[in-house]
């Protein structure tokens, strides 16, 4: 017996010339889904309503809903990104972080999925204001849970492949041919300069403190847009990389400086519960992250973000020192 499949709506399109890919890919891909509800026995026999979520730039999120229930079928629309995110959110629930429960992954063509449970809540950052936050000492949680996933340890540095990171250690991730590729079209675009910080510095600070340590399991997107407020709060869409945890905290610090050029210090302070902790690390970080992020904030027009961090670079850059 087929399914009776309704659309609710069509995926929300991005206006960025830069995202025209993945909006050729996000309409593209909607005969997919039609099929994989289909032929999926999960759905068989059932009408089943498809609404895109209309959250996220990498990935196509549609909601699946039948009489019994709400699941969540999330498609990358990066051909190269592989099918990692199940294996860290797996990882995280082991470890004791509240996180979907994956019910399954696959390929649709080229392109990986997750099916995935529902969790019905409200975005942390949609319940709550920035004030609200810190009142109730939520980003204190948020930092505490970011420490919690970095706890288990991975193989390698980068994008998983067949269960290890892609190089094998930090500094061939930090030197890399992407990595170096980014550095250099911010600085071609007078984005970011030796005013903001050296560079050459904190990549140094940055290879020094990690060595030969192990990587941990890092988010590289985590904030309250990939949190759901729950109790506990639930983790979602990681940008899954092995890395180093004070870069995976510096790109959450970096994120947060852009919305309100503050620091968070709420959220490092739950990170470290409170103890002491290299600053020159993190300041390093930071403008490693910088250099990552600006990349596409440049490409799609985001100065506001990007003046914020500036700033607060250059009142801060001799952290580095």
């Known amino acids: 017996m087929k399914s009776n499949i309704v659309f609710k709506n069509e995926p929300k399109l991005s206006e960025n010339e830069a995202d025209s890919k993945f909006n050729e890919r996000r309409i593209a891909l909607i005969p997919q889904v039609e099929e994989f509800i289909s032929s999926n026995e999960r759905f068989k026999g059932k009408e089943t309503s498809v609404s895109f979520a209309h959250e996220g730039v990498s990935s196509l999120i549609c909601i699946l809903e039948t009489q019994e229930k709400k699941l969540v079928l999330k498609i990358h629309l990066s051909i190269l990104r592989s099918m990692n995110e199940c294996q860290f959110l797996s990882v995280w629930e082991q470890a004791g972080v509240s996180v979907p429960h994956v019910l399954e992954e696959g390929m649709l063509n080229e392109h990986a999925y997750v099916l995935m449970d529902y969790i019905d809540a409200p975005l942390l950052g949609e319940k709550y204001s920035r004030e609200e936050l810190i009142d109730n000492e939520l980003r204190s949680q948020v930092g505490a849970t970011l420490r919690k996933m970095h706890e288990p ?169």
């Open 153 to 321: 340890k991975g193989e390698g540095y980068g994008r998983l492949i067949d269960g290890k990171g892609e190089f094998s250690d930090f500094k061939d991730w930090l030197t890399s041919e992407n990595m170096q590729n980014r550095f250099q079209y911010v600085k071609d675009n007078g984005v970011l300069g030796e005013e903001h910080g050296s560079l050459s510095l904190a990549c140094k600070i940055l290879l020094e403190y990690v060595g030969d340590k192990k990587s941990s399991y890092c988010h590289f997107d985590f904030g309250s847009k990939n949190i759901f407020a729950t109790n506990p709060i639930t983790v979602f869409d990681p940008n899954p990389e092995l890395n180093n945890g004070y870069l995976d905290l510096g790109r959450s610090v970096t994120v947060s400086i852009a919305h309100d050029g503050k620091f968070p210090n709420q959220l490092v302070d739950g990170y470290f519960e409170d103890n002491p902790y290299n600053k020159k690390v993190l300041q390093a970080a930071i403008l490693v992250n910088s250099y990552f992020k600006f990349n596409y904030w440049y490409k799609t027009n985001k100065l506001k973000a990007i003046k914020n961090v500036q700033d607060y670079l250059m009142r801060t850059k001799d952290l580095l020192n």
